[in-house]
C-alpha cells in the first residue's frame, strides 16, 4: 500500500499525460474507499512525514478527506476511535519539529470532526500547551494558530473541549513576538464573531467580550513600535469584529476612536490608516454611533477622514509629470477615505456629514493650497450618497464651490472637479442644472484648451451635465455643444467617444427637424471614423479598453442617429447594418461583453425604421443568439481537486446568455416579426433553457412572457401556445409536486420587482389577443393571473417585513430622512416591484377599455381598495397606496361615471389622508391630483372640485415642489396645475382664481402630458379668459413653444388639440407676434416652425 500510494501521488503531482493522471485519481480514490480505512490512512500519514516531495500534497487530500461528511471520511471508516487518535498523535510530533500550517490545518479538522462526533482528543490539546512553552516562537506560533483554526467553531461548541481558551490566549496576546499575538489575536476575534447561539444569546458576557476587545486594540497598538506585516493583520482581525458584530463591543467605541485617530494622526504607513478608516466607516453600523457618539464621529470625521483625501506628493507628481487618469484603484488611502465619507453621507445622513462638508469646502476656499482644495472637492463628490435628501439649496452650495475649483490654475484641482461634476450631474438632476448659465460655458472652455487630460475630463462631465437637459436648453445652448463635439472630434480616441456621446444625446433631447441640419454636417466625419474603426476591427487581433469604448460610443451614435433622422441614412443603412453585426460576430468570439450587449441594443434601435432591410442581416445575429442559448456552461468535476462537484467551466458565457435573453426579449417586443420564422426553435431553446443563477432566472422568465408575442407575429395558435407556454410560466409560482425545475424563488425583493417587471409583458400580450380572439378558458387563466400577482406580492411583503424587522432598531437611532436614505435600495426594489404590480393590474382596465366586464372590475377594485387601505405610515404602504391611487386614475379614464363614483366613494378619503400626511413625499402628491384630475373630469363632482381643504392643499403643494427641485416634485407641480384647471372649470371658480393660475402654469416644466392637458383645457376653453386674455396667451406661448415643443408636436395622439391650437394662435396671431418677439429665440424659431411667425 505504501509504496503503490507514494507511486500514485506522484503521478497527479506530475502527470505525463491526462490519461496517466485521470488513471492515478481513479486509482487513489479506489484506496481511500477501503473499509476499514487504517492501512490507507497509516500511509498517507507516512507519506506526509516521510517524504517531503509528495508531502504537501498528501496533507492537502487528506484535509479534504477529513471534512466530509460521516461514513464519506477516511476518519469515520477506521477500525476504532483510538487509531485515529494514533495516526494523529504521529502527525503532531512530526509537526513539533517541523512547523507547518497546513499540517495544522489537518489537525484542526480532525479535532472539529472529534467535536462533531463526541470524540475527546486531549493529546491535541496536550500539544497545544506544550507548544506554547517552547522558547522558539515559530512553534508557539503553531499552538496559538491551531487555537485560532478550533475557534472558528462555536463558543457553545468549544466549550465542551477540557481547555482554558481564554486563560491561553491572554497569555498569548502579551507575547512579545508579534506573530503569536497576531494569531492570539485571530483567535480572540473568533469567539467574539461565533459567540451567540442560534438564539443569539450571547455565551460570553459582554462585559468580558469588551474587556478582551480592549486588550486586542492594546496589544495591536504595542505592535507599532516594531511597525511589520503583523500589525496589519492584527488590525484585519479587529476590524472583522466591527464589521459583523459591532453592537457587541458598542462600549468600546470611545477606546476604538481615540486608537484610530492616533494611527491618523501618526507617521505609521498607508496601509495601517487604510485600515484605520475601515474600521471608521464599519462603526456606522451600530446603533449607538449617531446616538451615543455623533459628536466624536464628526471630529474624527473633520481631523482624520477629510486629510486622508489629501493626495501624497508622490500621488501629485504621477498626476503632473504623467498626465495619469484620475484612478481611483490607485489612491488605496484616498479612496478608503472617499468610502468612508459616501458610507457616513448614506447610513448617518445629511444632518451629520453635509455641514461637515460644507465646513471644509469653506476652509479650502479660504486658503491657496491646492491639495485642500482636493480633498475639499472629493468631499463634495461623495455627496452623491445623500442625493435623496439634498435640497436645490444644498445643491447649490456644492455646484458654486464645484465651479470655482474648476476654474483653479491648478490642474490637478481642475481635473478633480470636473470628476466630482461627472459624478454629482449622475445624481443630483435636475438640480445641478439648475446652474446651466455657469457650468456649460465653462466646460465648454475648458475643452477647448489644449490641454488633452482637462479637455477629456470636461467632455465627460458635459455629457452628463447635458443628459436630460432640457430641449431648450440644449438650443439655448447648441452652438457651443457642436462645437464641443467638434474638438473632441480631433483629439485622443477617449475624446473621440465622448464627442459621439454627446452627440448621442442631443440626437435623444432635439427636434428631427433641428437635428437634421447638424447631423447632416456632423455624420461625414463619424462615417470617416466609422469606416477607419472597422479596418481597425478586421486587422487587429484584440481590442484595447479605449477602443471598446470608443466602438460602442460610434456605434450607438449612428443607431440613435438612424433612428432620429431616419431619412439620412437610407442610402447607408445595409451597410450600416453589415459593419455592426461583424462588430457583434467579433465581440462575441473575443467575449467583450459590454461591447456585444451594446452593440446589438444599437441594432435594436434601427428595427422600427429599417425592419426590412435588416432583415438579412437579422439572421446571422439570429446564428448567434440560438448558439449562445444552447451552451453548456456548468460541467459534473470527477477529479481529486472538484470530486463531485458542479463548476463553471464557461463563465463568459453566462454573461453573454444574459444579454441574449434580454436582447432577444427586447427584440421581440419591439419586431417580433425579425424572427418570426423561427418560432419554433426559438420556443424549443427557450423552455428548455436552464438557467443557472437568479440574474439568468429573470431574464429567461422575461424572455417565455414574450414568447406569445413572437407567436401571434408566426400566425401560430395563440390559443395553444398559450396553454403550453403559461402552464410552464404559472408553475414556477406555484410548482407542481416533486417538480425539479423551479427557476423563480422570490427570495428578495430584487426578484420579486423583476418577476412583476416579466409577467407585464405576458399579461399585456394575452389581454390583447383575447379581446380580438378570445379564449375559451379565459376565466380560469384570469384567475391564475391574480394566483401569480398575489404570490408575488406576498412574497414582495415577507421579504420586506424581515429586512425591516432586522433594521429596526436603525428606525428608532435615525430620523426619518436618513431611515430612507438607509433603506433606499430596499424601497427601490420595493417601488419597482409594486410599480409593476400596479401596471399589471391596470392592464385588465387599459386594455378592455369602456368594456371591462364588470366582475373583473370588481376584483381590480378590490386589490386598489386593499392596497389604498394600508395608509401612508410606513414607506411600503406608502408605495401600496400610490399604485392603487394609480389603479384609480385608470378606472376613472376607462370606466362609465356613474361606477367611478361608486367605487372613488371609499378611496377619497384615503387619498386625501394621503396628501394631509405625506406632504414630502412628491411622487405620492403627484399621482394623487393626477388621479383627481381624472376623478373630477369623468364625475364634474362639485363637492370634490371645490373641496377647500383641497385647494388649500394644491397652493400648498405648488410652492414646495418648486423649493424642492428634483424630479419627482416638478411632476408634482404639473400635476397640481393641470387638476386646478378642471376643478376651476367644474366649481365655476371666478377670474381672480384663474389670473392665479394662469401666473402657476406659467412656471410648469416637468411633464408634457401634464402640460399639453393644461394647453388643451385654456385652448378649448379660451373665450372665458377674456378680461386676462394677454396673461393667458403668454403662458401658452411659453408652454407650447417652450422646451416640449418637439414632443407635444411629434405625438401623433396630438393631431386634433395642434389643430385647435393652431387655429387659436392664427386667429389672435396679432398678440401671439407680439409675445413671441419679447421671447427667447427658442421660442421664436418653434413658432416659425409652426407657421405662427
Known amino acids: 500500500m505504501q509504496e503503490t500510494l507514494h507511486n500514485v501521488l506522484l503521478m497527479i503531482k506530475s502527470p505525463v499525460d491526462k490519461g496517466q493522471s485521470l488513471e492515478a485519481e481513479r486509482v487513489f480514490i479506489q484506496m481511500r474507499q477501503m473499509s476499514p480505512s487504517d492501512e490507507f490512512v497509516q500511509a498517507i500519514i507516512s507519506e506526509i512525514i516521510n517524504c517531503p516531495e509528495t508531502s504537501q500534497l498528501a496533507s492537502v487530500l ?97 466549550q465542551r473541549l477540557n481547555f482554558d481558551f481564554f486563560g491561553f490566549l491572554q497569555k498569548a496576546l502579551v507575547d512579545l513576538e508579534d506573530q503569536v499575538a497576531s494569531c492570539a489575536i485571530s483567535a480572540l476575534c473568533n469567539i467574539i ?92 453600523n451600530s446603533k449607538d454611533t449617531k446616538k451615543v457618539h455623533r459628536t466624536a464621529i464628526q471630529q474624527f470625521i473633520s481631523a482624520c477622514i477629510f486629510p486622508g483625501l489629501v493626495p501624497t506628493d508622490e500621488e501629485v507628481n504621477d498626476f503632473l509629470n504623467n498626465n495619469i487618469m484620475n484612478d481611483v484603484e490607485q489612491l488605496s488611502l484616498q479612496e478608503a477615505a472617499r468610502e468612508c465619507l459616501r458610507d457616513a453621507g448614506f447610513i448617518l445622513g445629511k444632518q451629520v456629514v453635509f455641514p461637515l462638508v460644507l465646513q471644509l469646502i469653506e476652509q479650502a476656499q479660504a486658503q491657496d493650497d491646492f491639495k485642500i482644495h482636493l480633498a475639499a472637492i472629493q468631499a463634495i463628490q461623495c455627496c452623491e450618497e445623500m442625493k435623496e435628501v439634498l435640497k436645490q439649496v444644498d445643491t447649490d452650495k456644492l455646484s458654486h464651490a464645484l465651479l470655482k475649483f474648476i476654474q483653479s490654475a491648478h490642474p490637478m484641482t481642475v481635473s478633480y472637479a470636473l470628476v466630482a461634476t461627472t459624478t454629482l450631474a449622475a445624481e443630483l438632476l435636475p438640480q445641478l442644472q439648475k446652474q446651466h448659465k455657469l457650468f456649460v460655458p465653462a466646460l465648454c472652455q475648458i475643452i477647448n484648451e489644449q490641454n488633452e487630460k482637462l479637455s477629456t475630463d470636461a467632455s465627460a462631465a458635459l455629457i452628463n451635465f447635458s443628459s436630460g437637459l432640457s430641449y431648450e436648453l440644449t438650443y439655448k445652448y447648441q452652438a457651443q455643444l457642436i462645437n464641443a463635439v467638434r474638438v473632441c472630434l480631433g483629439r485622443s480616441m477617449l475624446n473621440q467617444a465622448n464627442a459621439m456621446t454627446l452627440m448621442h444625446s442631443m440626437c435623444e433631447i432635439m427636434d428631427p427637424e433641428d437635428l437634421h441640419v447638424i447631423l447632416v454636417e456632423i455624420m461625414p466625419q463619424i462615417f470617416e471614423q466609422f469606416g477607419a474603426a472597422m479596418k481597425a476591427i478586421l486587422e487587429v487581433k484584440d481590442f484595447t479598453k479605449d477602443q471598446i469604448v470608443f466602438i460602442e460610443s460610434l456605434v450607438q451614435l449612428i443607431a440613435n442617429a438612424s433612428s432620429a433622422v431616419p431619412e439620412l441614412f437610407k442610402q447607408s443603412i445595409e451597410l450600416i447594418a453589415q459593419n455592426i453585426v461583424i462588430i ?90 425579425g424572427l418570426m420564422q423561427h418560432f419554433i426553435e426559438i420556443y424549443d431553446v427557450i423552455t428548455v433553457f436552464e438557467p443557472i443563477n437568479e440574474d439568468q432566472s429573470y431574464s429567461w422568465l422575461h424572455c417565455m412572457c414574450v414568447l406569445l408575442r413572437l407567436a401571434v407575429a408566426a400566425n401560430q395558435d395563440y390559443t395553444q401556445v398559450h396553454k403550453t407556454l403559461f402552464h410552464e410560466i ?78 429596526a432598531e436603525r428606525q428608532d437611532d435615525l430620523g426619518q430622512e436618513e431611515f430612507m436614505s438607509a433603506l433606499q435600495q430596499l424601497y427601490t426594489e420595493y417601488s419597482e416591484c409594486m410599480e409593476q404590480l400596479g401596471f399589471c393590474y391596470s392592464q385588465f382596465i387599459t386594455v378592455f377599455k369602456g368594456q371591462v366586464p364588470l366582475e373583473l372590475l370588481k376584483r381590480v377594485n378590490e386589490i386598489a381598495v386593499n392596497w389604498i387601505e394600508q395608509g401612508t405610515d410606513t414607506t411600503p404602504a406608502c408605495y401600496m397606496t400610490l399604485e392603487a391611487i394609480g389603479i384609480y386614475a385608470d378606472i376613472a379614464h376607462f370606466v362609465q361615471a356613474d361606477y367611478v363614483q361608486n367605487m372613488f366613494e371609499s378611496a377619497l378619503p384615503w387619498i386625501f389622508q394621503a396628501l394631509q400626511n405625506k406632504d414630502d413625499d412628491f411622487a405620492l402628491i403627484s399621482v394623487s391630483f393626477y388621479c383627481l384630475f381624472e376623478y373630477v373630469n369623468r364625475t364634474l363632482d362639485v363637492n370634490v372640485a371645490s373641496n377647500a381643504e383641497l385647494l388649500n392643499l394644491a397652493a400648498k403643494y405648488l410652492e414646495s415642489s418648486k423649493e424642492d427641485g428634483q424630479v419627482d416634485s416638478l411632476n408634482a407641480y404639473d400635476n397640481i396645475c393641470s387638476y386646478l384647471t378642471v376643478s376651476g372649470q367644474v366649481s365655476n371658480q371666478q377670474i381672480s382664481y384663474w389670473a392665479a393660475l394662469v401666473e402657476k402654469c406659467s412656471f410648469m416644466e416637468g411633464d408634457e402630458y401634464e402640460i399639453t392637458r393644461v394647453l388643451d383645457f385654456f385652448t378649448k376653453h379660451f373665450n372665458q379668459f377674456t378680461e386676462i386674455k394677454y396673461q393667458v396667451l403668454k403662458m401658452m406661448v411659453n408652454l407650447f413653444f417652450g422646451q416640449f415643443y418637439s414632443k407635444i408636436k411629434n405625438d401623433a395622439e396630438n393631431g386634433p388639440f395642434l389643430a385647435l391650437i393652431k387655429q387659436l394662435f392664427q386667429k389672435e396671431r396679432e398678440g401671439i407676434v407680439q409675445i413671441i418677439q419679447n421671447g427667447s429665440d427658442f421660442e421664436k424659431k418653434n413658432s416659425a416652425a409652426f407657421g405662427i411667425l
Open 730 to 807: 404559472y408553475t414556477q409560482f406555484y410548482p407542481e409536486e416533486n417538480q425539479s425545475d423551479v427557476r423563480i424563488s422570490l427570495t428578495n425583493t430584487k426578484q420579486c420587482a423583476d418577476a412583476a417587471d416579466a409577467f407585464f409583458f405576458y399579461l399585456k400580450y394575452y389581454l390583447q389577443q383575447q379581446i380580438l380572439n378570445p379564449d375559451p378558458n379565459y376565466y380560469e387563466t384570469e384567475n391564475k393571473f391574480f394566483q401569480i400577482l398575489g404570490r408575488i406580492q406576498e412574497k414582495l411583503n415577507m421579504n420586506t417585513k424581515i429586512f425591516i424587522q432586522e433594521h
Open 193 to 284: 464573531l461565533n459567540n451567540r447561539n442560534a438564539e443569539q444569546e450571547p455565551q460570553i458576557p459582554l462585559e468580558i467580550v469588551q474587556q478582551v476587545y480592549i486588550g486586542i486594540i492594546q496589544r495591536i497598538s504595542a505592535s507599532f513600535s516594531t511597525e511589520n506585516k503583523y500589525s496589519v493583520k492584527m488590525m484585519q482581525a479587529a476590524l472583522r469584529v466591527l464589521e459583523y458584530a459591532v453592537d457587541d463591543v458598542a462600549e468600546t467605541i470611545p477606546t476604538i476612536l481615540e486608537f484610530i485617530s492616533q494611527i491618523m494622526q501618526s507617521q505609521l504607513s498607508l496601509e495601517l490608516k487604510r485600515q484605520a478608516v475601515l474600521m471608521f466607516s464599519a462603526l456606522f
Open 62 to 158: 487528506l484535509r479534504k478527506d477529513i471534512i466530509k461528511s460521516d461514513d464519506e471520511s477516511c476518519i469515520c471508516r477506521l477500525t476504532n476511535v483510538q487509531t485515529g487518535k494514533q495516526a494523529m498523535t504521529q502527525l503532531l510530533m512530526h509537526i513539533s519539529m517541523n512547523p507547518d500550517d497546513q499540517l495544522i490545518q489537518v489537525i484542526s479538522s480532525y479535532l472539529h470532526q472529534c467535536l462533531v462526533s463526541n470524540i475527546i482528543f486531549d493529546e491535541a490539546l496536550d500539544f497545544i500547551n506544550q507548544a506554547n512553552a517552547s522558547e522558539n516562537a515559530k512553534v508557539r506560533r503553531m499552538s496559538v494558530y491551531l487555537v485560532q483554526l478550533i475557534c472558528e467553531a462555536s463558543v457553545q461548541t468549544i
Open 584 to 673: 457583434i460576430q467579433r465581440s462575441y468570439q473575443q467575449e467583450e461583453h459590454s461591447l456585444f450587449a451594446n452593440t446589438l441594443k444599437a441594432l435594436s434601435f434601427l428595427q422600427n425604421d429599417f425592419s426590412t432591410q435588416l432583415a438579412p442581416f437579422l439572421e446571422n445575429v439570429y446564428e448567434i443568439f440560438i448558439s449562445v442559448l444552447s451552451g453548456d456552461i456548468t460541467e459534473h468535476k470527477t477529479d481529486l481537486q472538484h470530486e463531485n462537484e458542479i463548476v463553471i467551466k464557461n463563465p463568459h458565457l453566462e454573461v453573454q446568455q444574459r444579454n441574449v435573453l434580454s436582447i432577444m426579449s427586447t427584440y421581440i417586443e419591439k419586431y417580433p416579426q
